[in-house]
């Protein structure tokens, strides 16, 4: 199977173009220039409507799509000298770690940028009268309209996905940080302009905001640290050597203070519980772009900075680092089982996802470094199409209360419900969708970890960690059961228009793609995975 997807990529890559480092500008400038032009858009004497501006950012989202496509196919690699005086250089090197977030932030940016950004309205209590219209058909208010601060909303989307994008090609430490801090302000502006205006916006956006500065101070704390130590802030550079000239002191000293702010970002239990807030908060695309992609940046950091270039560091802090994740895993799936809120269930419920990455990175193992690259992607996927149903369900009902009378979705919104469906079966561990190959890796991988780990620690984590994954089968059948089994028709809602479901076709396939074709993404990763755990 590998042999044959080689040979795919071979003819695949044979029919692209040789753009070389022009890539990169396909990639990244239409995301800065269309960012740039949504953000004075309000200076321009005849003001653009909602569609000019929804389409211009969507345009930008495919063509630097298209952009990433052809990095990820070519892999072409940029090195400008940026601060000579400091040895800092502007590179741009795509491997096995990054290509698939690459290839995840390009899809879940165009899915972001396509989706409508809703007025608020109010919570729907009472049955309504649609006898004159079909109750599965689009009803104006869930198509776009003219909103205040429209433009500044899709430029806050393009920066996002720009920063992530920089993040993900860095090969070097401190544009990687750039990267991982551009995010950060975008971010906080689409919680506190465009979030939930029924919800504490301005309280959910500064816990991130203090979050993510905090955590990006200790994570700026320990690159510096390495690049005093290495005499180079060079990624390639830094694994190559692993920590071969830093004693046992320094590498636990800085794998700690990094673990520790990328643990923020993941996040890991028990510095998660800005997260819940912050999704039950967000726009819809905010939500999508925050799980898929923006948490991944903490998993990212996570071995590319700390697991080949402080191997003993690392090792030593590993187990208390697994016990956080299982106990992270329990206590969110826990939490699921009673959530009134249906956004802030499934953003629990990315807690305990996130838990199972971070096992299988604990384990030392390739096969868990494998299981959590994929179920990074796997993750990113799934809770993409989650945010994109319940994003559309809350602005529909006016709530995402579980506890208020909703109708059957199976009975009213056909699409959004079999897309509901899959995205908790997906969410569940369920054998043939992509969430599963990285869950059941990094339980395999816990219970038969590296020699360096404890193995009855670790295998003690692992029955931990199962006991979380059937309590995910638990949660699921209560949401299905709430809000899409039953007979209920009343109070009637629109069915999933043309843009969502669009989207949700998509992410549907790659679930199901990854789930039933998982070396499609393990060829992939395995060069970079063999490379680390080799040195």
Same mark, same amino acid.
């Given at each position: 199977?590998?042999?044959?997807?080689?040979?795919?990529?071979?003819?695949?890559?044979?029919?692209?173009?040789?753009?070389?480092?022009?890539?990169?500008?396909?990639?990244?400038?239409?995301?800065?220039?269309?960012?740039?032009?949504?953000?004075?858009?309000?200076?321009?004497?005849?003001?653009?409507?909602?569609?000019?501006?929804?389409?211009?950012?969507?345009?930008?989202?495919?063509?630097?799509?298209?952009?990433?496509?052809?990095?990820?196919?070519?892999?072409?690699?940029?090195?400008?000298?940026?601060?000579?005086?400091?040895?800092?250089?502007?590179?741009?090197?795509?491997?096995?770690?990054?290509?698939?977030?690459?290839?995840?932030?390009?899809?879940?940016?165009?899915?972001?940028?396509?989706?409508?950004?809703?007025?608020?309205?109010?919570?729907?209590?009472?049955?309504?009268?649609?006898?004159?219209?079909?109750?599965?058909?689009?009803?104006?208010?869930?198509?776009?309209?003219?909103?205040?601060?429209?433009?500044?909303?899709?430029?806050?989307?393009?920066?996002?996905?720009?920063?992530?994008?920089?993040?993900?090609?860095?090969?070097?430490?401190?544009?990687?940080?750039?990267?991982?801090?551009?995010?950060?302000?975008?971010?906080?502006?689409?919680?506190?302009?465009?979030?939930?205006?029924?919800?504490?916006?301005?309280?959910?956006?500064?816990?991130?905001?203090?979050?993510?500065?905090?955590?990006?101070?200790?994570?700026?704390?320990?690159?510096?640290?390495?690049?005093?130590?290495?005499?180079?802030?060079?990624?390639?550079?830094?694994?190559?050597?692993?920590?071969?000239?830093?004693?046992?002191?320094?590498?636990?000293?800085?794998?700690?203070?990094?673990?520790?702010?990328?643990?923020?970002?993941?996040?890991?239990?028990?510095?998660?519980?800005?997260?819940?807030?912050?999704?039950?908060?967000?726009?819809?695309?905010?939500?999508?772009? @925050?799980? %898929?992609? #923006?948490?991944?940046?903490?998993?990212? +950091?996570? *071995?590319?900075?700390?697991?080949? =270039? !402080?191997?003993? /560091?690392?090792?030593?802090?590993?187990?208390?680092?697994?016990?956080?994740?299982?106990?992270?895993?329990?206590?969110?799936?826990?939490?699921?089982?009673?959530?009134?809120?249906?956004?802030?269930?499934?953003?629990?419920?990315?807690?305990?996802?996130?838990?199972?990455?971070?096992?299988?990175?604990?384990?030392?193992?390739?096969?868990? @470094?494998? %299981?959590? #690259?994929?179920?990074?992607?796997?993750? +990113?996927? *799934?809770?993409?199409?989650?945010? =994109? !149903?319940?994003? /559309?369900?809350?602005?529909?009902?006016?709530?995402?209360?579980?506890?208020?009378?909703?109708?059957?979705?199976?009975?009213?919104?056909?699409?959004?419900?079999?897309?509901?469906?899959?995205?908790?079966?997906?969410?569940?561990?369920?054998?043939?969708?992509?969430?599963?190959?990285?869950?059941?890796?990094?339980?395999?991988?816990?219970?038969?970890? %590296?020699?360096?780990?404890?193995?009855?620690?670790?295998?003690?984590?692992?029955?931990?960690?199962? =006991?979380?994954?059937?309590?995910?089968?638990?949660?699921?059948?209560?949401?299905?059961?709430?809000?899409?089994?039953?007979?209920?028709?009343?109070?009637?809602?629109?069915?999933?228009?043309?843009?969502?479901?669009?989207?949700?076709?998509?992410?549907?396939?790659?679930?199901?793609?990854?789930?039933?074709?998982?070396?499609?993404?393990?060829?992939?990763?395995?060069?970079?995975?063999?490379?680390?755990?080799?040195?």
């Amino acid at each position: 199977m590998t042999g044959t997807l080689s040979r795919v990529r071979d003819d695949v890559l044979a029919l692209v173009p040789d753009l070389g480092a022009w890539w990169y500008a396909l990639a990244l400038a239409p995301l800065l220039l269309a960012a740039v032009m949504l953000l004075v858009v309000g200076r321009w004497p005849e003001q653009p409507g909602h569609r000019a501006v929804h389409r211009s950012s969507v345009a930008a989202a495919v063509v630097s799509a298209l952009g990433v496509a052809g990095v990820a196919l070519d892999r072409p690699v940029v090195e400008v000298s940026w601060i000579p005086s400091l040895g800092v250089w502007f590179t741009l090197r795509p491997d096995g770690l990054s290509v698939p977030l690459l290839l995840l932030t390009a899809v879940v940016g165009v899915v972001a940028t396509a989706l409508h950004l809703h007025p608020a309205r109010e919570a729907r209590t009472v049955a309504v009268d649609l006898e004159d219209s079909d109750p599965t058909s689009p009803i104006p208010v869930v198509r776009g309209v003219d909103v205040p601060g429209l433009a500044s909303y899709h430029a806050c989307l393009l920066l996002v996905l720009l920063g992530a994008l920089l993040a993900f090609l860095a090969g070097d430490a401190l544009l990687f940080f750039v990267g991982f801090e551009l995010v950060l302000v975008p971010m906080w502006l689409l919680v506190a302009r465009h979030g939930d205006p029924g919800s504490d916006r301005d309280g959910a956006a500064l816990r991130f905001l203090l979050v993510t500065v905090v955590g990006s101070s200790l994570v700026l704390l320990g690159i510096l640290a390495l690049a005093t130590a290495l005499g180079t802030t060079d990624l390639q550079v830094w694994a190559a050597q692993g920590g071969a000239t830093l004693g046992r002191g320094s590498q636990l000293a800085i794998a700690a203070t990094l673990l520790v702010g990328l643990a923020l970002k993941v996040p890991v239990f028990p510095l998660h519980t800005w997260l819940p807030w912050v999704h039950a908060t967000a726009p819809t695309a905010g939500s999508v772009l @925050l799980a %898929a992609v #923006l948490l991944k940046l903490g998993t990212y +950091g996570m *071995v590319r900075l700390v697991v080949p =270039v !402080v191997p003993e /560091g690392f090792a030593a802090w590993s187990p208390l680092l697994a016990g956080l994740a299982v106990a992270g895993i329990v206590w969110a799936s826990l939490i699921c089982l009673v959530e009134r809120d249906l956004k802030r269930l499934i953003a629990w419920s990315s807690v305990a996802h996130l838990g199972f990455i971070v096992l299988g990175i604990a384990s030392g193992t390739q096969a868990g @470094l494998q %299981a959590a #690259l994929f179920g990074n992607v796997a993750h +990113g996927l *799934v809770s993409a199409l989650l945010f =994109v !149903v319940v994003g /559309g369900l809350k602005h529909r009902w006016g709530s995402a209360d579980l506890t208020l009378r909703h109708a059957a979705l199976r009975e009213v919104t056909p699409h959004l419900g079999l897309a509901l469906m899959v995205g908790m079966a997906a969410s569940s561990g369920l054998p043939g969708l992509a969430v599963f190959w990285g869950e059941i890796g990094g339980l395999l991988a816990a219970w038969s970890p %590296a020699p360096d780990r404890p193995e009855g620690w670790f295998r003690a984590f692992a029955v931990v960690g199962a =006991v979380g994954g059937a309590l995910a089968v638990a949660y699921t059948v209560r949401v299905l059961r709430e809000v899409w089994f039953g007979d209920r028709v009343e109070p009637r809602i629109p069915d999933a228009v043309r843009t969502e479901r669009t989207a949700l076709r998509l992410l549907g396939v790659l679930v199901l793609l990854l789930g039933l074709l998982p070396t499609v993404l393990l060829s992939v990763t395995a060069p970079f995975v063999e490379g680390v755990l080799a040195r």
